[in-house]
């Protein structure tokens, strides 16, 4: 079973057990527009929560991606340095940046749930 939060800079986080899956949210793709490039961490990097793990560039504009949690970068989306196009066809699916081990587990209370994310958009 798995548990997805948010954070107000509009990444999203999927929780799988001691392991979380992390991207940016369809609402953060779109305002960047095309994006034509994503630098991922490096596999086994110490994250702490509010660290800049990502930056994604676009034709607009570039981007840090921070972390939302502490842990140790696990896995990269390797598909996006060739395909960085994908987080625009699919940001909350395929187009995930890194998973990384979850550190600080009441790290997870700080961050929204989807009907929480959905009312922050709204006052956007």
Known sequence: MS????TED???VRI??????????DYAQEQLGDIVFVDLP?????????????????????????????GEVEDVNETLEGEPGRVNEDAEGEGWFYTMTISEPAELDDLMDEKAYRAFLKKL
């Open 3 to 6: 548990d997805i939060r948010f």
């Open 10 to 12: 509009h990444e999203w």
């Open 16 to 25: 799988e057990g001691d392991i979380a899956t992390i991207g940016i949210t």
């Open 42 to 70: 490096e596999t086994g990097a110490a994250l702490a929560q509010g660290d800049e793990a990502a930056v994604v560039e676009s034709v607009k504009a570039a981007s840090d991606v921070y972390a939302p949690i502490t």
